[in-house]
């Protein structure tokens, strides 16, 4: 005789600071318990961090790696209304931050846009699409290369704008080079460094890194973790945040091939 067996998966909501009755409506599935928090409640969030290269249409002469990095804006449309139909908000690094170390609640279906590079198709592409579905974006910005006033690549009044409409203009480093096996003093450069020229432009306080390329080591962990730099992103993969891997957050990578069905099997993957 056949027997069948149906398993409920019961959810336990946990991420409710001590003291705080409210119930985390709508995200219930994905918070559960994993680390310490300043108020000592250990949590861990599901949110997807997409990340972005460059939005554009390809230059005749583009090779794998351009290829590899680009989504052309109708793929980046299809992308903003699936996300749209299916409901997502996209939120902040500040609002994911807040959710694992204080339980603040963060809307259904939360994922975070990111952008790396500073590329100036962020502002003539991303930025007024983003405005026009409702959504935000983080923007991982070069900031020597915003100082250099390159045209392709976002320019200080061009990063101001962006930062008044709502986005994060965050931190990719001063130059983009490779943060393995350097010393105190370059690392505070790079860092501290671009924070400040961020700040400085924007009006506002950047505490979000991007490291360049993916790459740091124990010595990069100690100084980012020394430094006004609240989480830091990875490109490792993954969907899960703790309050304990707070400088090495992973990512999903989008790439030219990510149609809407590769987005969707990313967003419901682990
Ligand atoms: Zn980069």
Do not use: C
């Amino acid at each position: 005789m056949l027997r069948k067996w149906i398993v409920l998966a019961v959810v336990t909501i946990l991420v409710s600071a001590p003291g705080d009755s409210r119930a985390v409506a709508g995200f219930a599935a994905d918070v559960q318990r994993a680390a310490p928090a300043w108020d000592g409640t250990l949590r861990r969030v599901r949110v997807p961090v997409l990340m972005y290269h460059y939005v554009s249409y390809l230059p005749a002469d583009a090779d794998d790696i351009r290829r590899e990095l680009t989504v052309t804006p109708d793929l980046f449309r299809a992308h903003l209304d699936y996300l749209k139909e299916q409901g997502y908000s996209t939120i902040s690094f500040y609002d994911l931050d807040a959710a694992l170390l204080s339980g603040s609640l963060l809307p259904p279906r939360p994922v975070i846009l990111t952008f790396d590079d500073g590329y100036i198709d962020h502002y003539t592409t991303v930025f007024p699409a983003l405005r026009e579905y409702g959504f935000t974006g983080t923007f991982f910005i070069i900031t020597a290369l915003a100082d250099a006033n390159r045209a392709d690549y976002v320019n200080w009044s061009q990063i101001r704008e962006m930062a008044d409409g709502g986005m994060s203009m965050e931190s990719h480093t001063k130059n983009h080079v490779d943060l393995r096996g350097r010393d105190y003093d370059f690392l505070v450069y790079e860092l501290l460094g671009s924070l400040e020229s961020l700040a400085a432009y924007t009006g506002q306080t950047s505490h979000i890194l991007s490291y360049p390329v993916g790459h740091y080591d124990e010595m990069t962990l100690q100084v980012v973790g020394q430094l006004p730099i609240w989480r830091a992103v990875t490109t490792q993969r993954g969907v899960l945040h703790t309050t304990d891997n707070r400088l090495e957050m992973p990512r999903l990578r989008i790439n030219g091939g990510t149609g809407a069905a590769g987005l969707a099997s990313l967003l419901n993957g682990n």
